[in-house]
Nanobody, 121 residues
Framework: QLQLVESGGGLVQPGGSLRLSCAAS????????MAWYRQAPGMQRELVAD???????SYADSVKGRFTISGDNAKNAVYLQMNSLKPEDTAVYYC???????????????WGQGTQVTVSS
């Protein structure tokens, strides 16, 4: 069964760093985009960074210069390096992908289960 599996969340002090990982497993024909979203309590889910295949990465203004998205096409994986973390970065972080499970499938959206990131002293 196709799924996105995340890891790397946790508790970190302000100014610290964390690296999130997400790997897509199962039958995958092609991936169009991989991205990271986050959702804080009482807030809407927001795009943090995305990485469309063959196009430039983009970032939310609030994380520019602090977060870096990268990927490994061979592993169908995406990573989010988060530096200089702030308490307002506290949220559940979700991996997202637009992909085709097989050659006759349309492009479909997939979400990971989410990983908690807490920035607190």
């Amino acid at each position: 069964q196709l799924q996105l599996v995340e890891s790397g969340g946790g508790l970190v002090q302000p100014g610290g760093s964390l690296r999130l990982s997400c790997a897509a497993s199962g039958s995958i024909w092609s991936i169009n985009t991989m991205a990271w979203y986050r959702q804080a309590p009482g807030m809407q889910r927001e795009l943090v960074a995305d990485m469309p295949r063959g196009s430039s990465t983009s970032y939310a203004d609030s994380v520019k210069g602090r977060f870096t998205i990268s990927g490994d096409n061979a592993k169908n994986a995406v990573y989010l390096q988060m530096n200089s973390l702030k308490p307002e970065d506290t949220a559940v972080y979700y991996c997202f992908a637009v992909l085709r499970p097989h050659s006759r499938a349309p492009w479909l959206n997939y979400w990971g289960q989410g990983t908690q990131v807490t920035v607190s002293s």
